[in-house]
């Protein structure tokens, strides 16, 4: 279990991203499930609940998603299940439970890249940026690639809207447990955006053109190809070479879906 020294509520980001650089150990609080699993000694948890960070809204051109927000939130929110057929929605609705939903926090999950995780996998199927207190607005593939950021606090996610069909597909060997692989595929005006995660590391993305992908029958060839372009690794869940596998036939069901 971790222990919190001191917990400051507070009541800027500015404060609270001048409190995360005074001290290594100075950390921001998300809805905490995943600090909980480890046994870190936190000087200050800075809590970010009373910023009216919790929101999901639209306009014309965007949807956007505050850092505090919850997993139950995003999987119950209207907008995201009348946008991309509903798959930033689908994609957490698996996670675990209802209680453990309604406490994760959709900022802490992109910032830390988790490699399993469901969520960044449906969102880069789209095309969604981050915005950064101090580093700005990147693209969420920009992001995930760089292997080490400036700390920093999140502070939105969003999600450009177009009229894109989407689906998002998930391999668990049980219930609750955390996928052996996830996929999400996109397509806009005959792009497809391929994103695979948990492979187990993080979510990549690819980009393929309709006509490329489905002429000629050569569909699963070049199914196969882009997969085997990616890297998959062996852990307790799953090996490589079963991951590489699924990835084909999740990806294939996927894009089938989407053109019927
Ligand atoms: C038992 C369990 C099972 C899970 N199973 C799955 C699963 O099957 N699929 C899946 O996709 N996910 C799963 N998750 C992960 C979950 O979806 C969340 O990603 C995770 O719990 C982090 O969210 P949190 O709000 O709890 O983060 P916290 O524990 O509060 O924080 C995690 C990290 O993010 C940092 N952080 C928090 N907010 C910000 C911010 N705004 N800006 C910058 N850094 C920030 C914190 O400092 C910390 O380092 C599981 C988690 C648990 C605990």
């Given at each position: 279990m971790f222990t919190i020294k001191q917990h400051l509520m507070a009541q800027s980001i500015e404060e609270g991203y001048k409190t995360l650089m005074k001290n290594r150990n100075n950390v921001i609080l998300g809805g905490t499930a995943f600090l909980r699993l480890g046994n870190k000694n936190i000087n200050i948890g800075i809590d970010?609940?009373?910023?009216?960070?919790d929101y999901i809204r639209e306009d014309e051109k965007n949807i956007e998603i505050g850092p505090m927000t919850t997993f139950r939130e995003i999987e119950t929110n209207k907008i995201l299940k009348e946008n991309f057929d509903g798959i930033v929605a689908k994609s957490?609705?698996?996670?675990?439970g209802i209680q453990l939903r309604s406490v994760i926090t959709a900022g802490a999950t992109v910032a830390s890249k988790y490699g399993f995780s469901d969520f960044i996998t449906a969102l880069l199927s789209l095309n969604t940026q981050v915005e950064l207190y101090k580093g700005g607005v990147i693209s969420l593939e920009e992001y995930l690639a760089v292997e080490k950021v400036p700390k920093?606090?999140?502070?939105k996610i969003i999600i450009k809207k177009y009229g894109k069909r989407a689906t998002f597909k998930t391999m668990r060997n049980?219930?609750?447990?955390?996928?052996?692989l996830n996929c999400a595929v996109s397509n806009l005006d005959g792009e497809y955006r391929i994103a695979v995660g948990a492979r187990p590391g993080r979510a990549v993305v690819k980009t393929i053109n309709s006509d490329e992908l489905?002429?000629?029958?050569k569909m699963t060839e070049k199914i196969e190809e882009m997969v085997d372009g990616m890297k998959f690794g062996t852990n307790m869940r799953a090996s490589g070479e079963y991951r590489k596998m699924i990835a084909k036939v999740l990806i294939r069901r996927c894009v089938e879906e989407l053109n019927n």
């Open positions: 970010l609940s009373n910023l009216e960070l957490v609705e698996e996670i675990v920093d606090i999140l502070v049980s219930k609750s447990d955390y996928a052996i489905i002429k000629n029958n």
